[in-house]
Nanobody
Framework: QVQLVESGGGLVQAGGSLRLSCAASGRTFSRYTMGWFRQAPGKEREFVACITWSGGITPYADSVKGRFTISRDNGKNTVYLHMNSLKPEDTAVYYC?????????????????WGQGTQVTVSS
């Protein structure tokens, strides 16, 4: 069982930056691929980025590539999402997720555990 708690969301102007954190419980954190997803009002939850257990592979959605960076610290049971050059279209609730099965999961169904989400609002 893994419990995930996101933090770091907030209101930021376009062009600004935020760092999201996701703290995980459980001693097997390092065995999970960790992902970030987001959901805007009226839209489906979409993949943002994920990171393999070693941190060696980090695929991104095309919409955030070059602006967002995912990282993890297995010693602290924490995964991060560094977001730069934020745009109003990045406004959404951001969710952290853990997958014990899929190495490079990009779909919601491929993740076993989810956090409660943190709101990111980018003003123009």
């Amino acid at each position: 069982q893994v419990q995930l708690v996101e933090s770091g969301g907030g209101l930021v102007q376009a062009g600004g930056s935020l760092r999201l954190s996701c703290a995980a419980s459980g001693r097997t954190f390092s065995r999970y691929t960790m992902g970030w997803f987001r959901q805007a009002p009226g839209k489906e939850r979409e993949f943002v980025a994920c990171i393999t257990w070693s941190g060696g592979i980090t695929p991104y959605a095309d919409s955030v590539k070059g602006r967002f960076t995912i990282s993890r610290d297995n010693g602290k049971n924490t995964v991060y999402l560094h977001m730069n050059s934020l745009k109003p279209e990045d406004t959404a609730v951001y969710y952290c997720a853990a997958s014990g099965t899929y190495y490079l999961g990009r779909r919601v169904l491929e993740y076993d555990y989810w956090g409660q989400g943190t709101q990111v609002t980018v003003s123009s």
